[in-house]
């Protein structure tokens, strides 16, 4: 049995996952590892963005439009807008994309801890907290420039490190989002190398968390994440690494040295609020599955009760379908028959209507596979007969790619290869990474067409089922890279392990409506 390789983008080498159900009849998908997007403040008035996970990678953008050096910046979870404050006491919005800094207004009290400072919103009171090595602790009112002075900072009696005059360089609370009824204030100290809690926040009072363990630079940035209350995940930029900091113990953790321009002397660090969209789960929740007879009839059900169906019978084809996908650039349920025509088809209605006609005859019959690549926006068609065929729909202009083959030295490299159906991965517009599955029904096999173009196949395993010739196959796909295959096959609904090739049935179909089941997509919401 073989396994499956990385999805690797030809492009840029990124990774994608393969995930795959626990049990018959239910579908449950771990979350995907959390990535966060960041954006540090270097000491030249750039920003520096880049994601947590590869912090090498990263783009510069000239911060324009304000006077002084700017000290810090965050991101009010009010408004989701990245906010500076300069030298000359100007409060500014910054543009992450453009870097074009808008005057919002200035502070009526002076501050002096100059760039040695720490810089956060309270997400409850909606105001920003600035302090400084200088022990001021200020509290202000963006909209207008007003400011509270609160307590000067000093460890609390008793403390491990009352007595020493603190000097606080960064600043971060917890439940950074828009709504949180509470939220802690923590600091780090860049001389004692320690993280500290600022509590009560107001009136400046410090508690030692713990030692980082690392050698602190007094220009540093401080972030924490949060996804829903008490979900907090802080990191802090120090010199030119990104670090995790663990708020429990302060132990601090290096993820990798931030962009490839170095030195970077980085005072200041948020993140921007990512896109809300749909997890695998919400998208298993929120998607039903549409399925493709032989006798030209659409049949939709759940996944998780596809033993209650609705079927259509679909209009205005000439001949019979022989697949149907969704195709991700504009969300809509293609099909060709066997006369080469391609249609879009309504499965409210079962209406069909003309879109072009292959300008290369496929001859593969019913026996085919069908699915869009999303990253190409082209359809791939391939047949038990071997053809392998890179479509553009809109036109009917076919790309005759290499004919299909089991790769030298695969464990099936001898045998004819019998194609019936074919999935790519990360089926969603403006993917740039993907792979195409297919299923070969004598064999009873997955497998990877890679590279597709090439027709070559890499056998991944066994189904552990009889696979019908007549079957559907298709995968869903979330932007965070869950991938969750599913196919039909005689009446029966199965999960395909996409690392293994394990078939797993989720429950017979109700097959009274219709003979054969051929083609399969899943209709999502969210589309």
């Given at each position: 049995?073989?396994?499956?390789?990385?999805?690797?983008d030809?492009g840029?080498g990124?990774?994608?996952r393969?995930?795959?159900?626990?049990?018959?009849?239910?579908i449950?998908?771990?979350?995907?590892t959390d990535?966060?997007q960041l954006?540090?403040?270097?000491?030249d008035?750039?920003?520096?963005s880049?994601d947590?996970?590869?912090?090498g990678?990263?783009q510069?953008?000239?911060i324009t439009?304000v006077?002084g050096?700017l000290?810090g910046?965050d991101t009010?979870?009010?408004?989701?807008s990245?906010?500076g404050?300069?030298?000359a006491?100007?409060?500014?919005?910054?543009?992450?994309?453009?870097g074009e800094?808008t005057?919002?207004?200035?502070l009526?009290t002076?501050?002096e801890?100059?760039?040695?400072?720490?810089?956060?919103?309270?997400?409850?009171?909606?105001?920003?907290r600035?302090v400084?090595d200088?022990?001021q602790?200020f509290r202000?009112?963006?909209?207008t420039?007003?400011v509270?002075?609160?307590g000067t900072?000093?460890?609390?009696d008793?403390?491990?490190?009352?007595?020493?005059?603190p000097?606080?360089?960064?600043?971060?609370y917890?439940n950074?989002?828009?709504?949180?009824?509470?939220?802690?204030?923590?600091?780090?100290?860049t001389?004692?190398?320690n993280l500290?809690?600022?509590?009560p926040?107001?009136?400046?009072?410090?508690?030692?968390i713990?030692?980082?363990?690392i050698?602190?630079?007094t220009?540093?940035?401080?972030?924490?994440?949060s996804?829903?209350e008490?979900?907090?995940?802080?990191?802090?930029?120090?010199?030119?690494?990104?670090?995790?900091?663990?708020?429990?113990?302060?132990?601090?953790?290096?993820?990798?040295?931030?962009?490839s321009?170095?030195?970077?002397?980085?005072?200041?660090?948020?993140?921007?609020?990512?896109e809300?969209?749909p997890?695998?789960?919400?998208?298993l929740d929120n998607?039903?599955?549409v399925?493709l007879?032989?006798n030209?009839?659409?049949?939709?059900?759940?996944q998780s009760?596809?033993?209650?169906?609705?079927?259509?019978?679909?209009?205005?084809?000439?001949?019979?379908?022989l697949?149907?996908d969704?195709?991700?650039?504009?969300?809509l349920?293609?099909s060709?028959?066997?006369a080469n025509?391609?249609y879009?088809?309504?499965?409210?209605?079962g209406?069909a209507?003309?879109v072009?006609?292959l300008?290369?005859?496929?001859?593969?019959?019913t026996?085919?596979?069908f699915?869009?690549?999303?990253?190409a926006?082209?359809?791939r068609?391939v047949?038990?007969?071997?053809?392998?065929?890179?479509i553009?729909?809109?036109?009917?202009e076919v790309?005759?790619?290499?004919?299909?083959?089991?790769?030298?030295?695969?464990i099936?490299?001898d045998?004819?290869p019998n194609?019936?159906?074919?999935?790519y991965?990360?089926?969603?517009?403006?993917?740039?990474?993907?792979?195409?599955?297919?299923?070969d029904?004598?064999?009873?096999d997955l497998?990877?067409?890679n590279?597709?173009?090439?027709g070559?196949?890499?056998?991944?395993?066994d189904?552990?089922?009889?696979?019908?010739?007549?079957?559907?196959?298709?995968?869903l796909?979330?932007v965070?890279?869950?991938?969750?295959?599913?196919a039909a096959?005689?009446?029966?609904?199965?999960?395909?392990?996409l690392?293994?090739?394990?078939?797993?049935?989720l429950?017979?179909?109700?097959?009274?409506?219709?003979d054969?089941?051929?083609?399969?997509?899943?209709?999502s919401?969210?589309?």
């Amino acid at each position: 049995m073989g396994t499956a390789p990385a999805g690797i983008d030809l492009g840029d080498g990124e990774a994608f996952r393969i995930t795959a159900p626990v049990a018959a009849g239910t579908i449950e998908v771990s979350a995907s590892t959390d990535v966060s997007q960041l954006v540090a403040l270097n000491d030249d008035n750039t920003l520096v963005s880049f994601d947590s996970n590869n912090p090498g990678v990263s783009q510069f953008t000239d911060i324009t439009g304000v006077e002084g050096v700017l000290l810090g910046i965050d991101t009010r979870p009010a408004d989701g807008s990245i906010y500076g404050i300069s030298t000359a006491n100007n409060i500014y919005t910054i543009d992450p994309s453009s870097g074009e800094a808008t005057y919002i207004s200035t502070l009526d009290t002076p501050f002096e801890g100059g760039t040695i400072s720490g810089f956060d919103f309270n997400p409850v009171a909606d105001r920003l907290r600035l302090v400084g090595d200088n022990d001021q602790d200020f509290r202000i009112n963006v909209d207008t420039g007003e400011v509270t002075v609160d307590g000067t900072l000093a460890f609390a009696d008793g403390d491990a490190n009352d007595g020493i005059n603190p000097n606080v360089t960064a600043a971060a609370y917890t439940n950074s989002f828009d709504g949180t009824v509470s939220t802690e204030l923590y600091d780090i100290d860049t001389l004692l190398n320690n993280l500290v809690l600022q509590n009560p926040p107001n009136d400046g009072t410090l508690e030692t968390i713990g030692d980082l363990g690392i050698d602190f630079d007094t220009l540093g940035g401080f972030e924490i994440v949060s996804a829903v209350e008490g979900d907090n995940t802080a990191f802090a930029v120090s010199n030119t690494t990104l670090y995790s900091i663990d708020l429990e113990t302060g132990t601090a953790k290096s993820l990798g040295e931030v962009g490839s321009i170095n030195p970077l002397n980085l005072q200041g660090l948020t993140a921007i609020p990512e896109e809300n969209t749909p997890t695998i789960n919400e998208l298993l929740d929120n998607s039903e599955i549409v399925a493709l007879t032989d006798n030209n009839t659409l049949v939709s059900f759940d996944q998780s009760n596809p033993s209650e169906v609705n079927s259509i019978e679909v209009t205005g084809i000439d001949g019979f379908l022989l697949g149907i996908d969704t195709r991700p650039a504009d969300g809509l349920i293609y099909s060709i028959s066997t006369a080469n025509n391609i249609y879009t088809i309504d499965p409210s209605n079962g209406e069909a209507t003309y879109v072009s006609t292959l300008d290369t005859p496929f001859e593969g019959g019913t026996i085919s596979g069908f699915d869009f690549n999303p990253a190409a926006d082209r359809l791939r068609l391939v047949g038990d007969n071997d053809q392998d065929f890179r479509i553009n729909v809109d036109t009917g202009e076919v790309t005759v790619d290499g004919t299909l083959a089991f790769a030298e030295g695969d464990i099936n490299q001898d045998v004819n290869p019998n194609v019936t159906a074919a999935a790519y991965t990360n089926s969603f517009d403006g993917t740039e990474t993907t792979q195409l599955y297919d299923i070969d029904t004598l064999l009873n096999d997955l497998v990877l067409q890679n590279p597709p173009n090439d027709g070559t196949l890499e056998t991944i395993g066994d189904l552990g089922i009889d696979f019908d010739t007549l079957g559907g196959f298709d995968i869903l796909s979330s932007v965070d890279g869950d991938n969750v295959a599913f196919a039909a096959s005689n009446s029966s609904l199965y999960t395909i392990n996409l690392g293994t090739g394990e078939a797993i049935n989720l429950g017979e179909i109700d097959d009274s409506s219709f003979d054969n089941l051929q083609g399969l997509t899943i209709v999502s919401d969210f589309i």
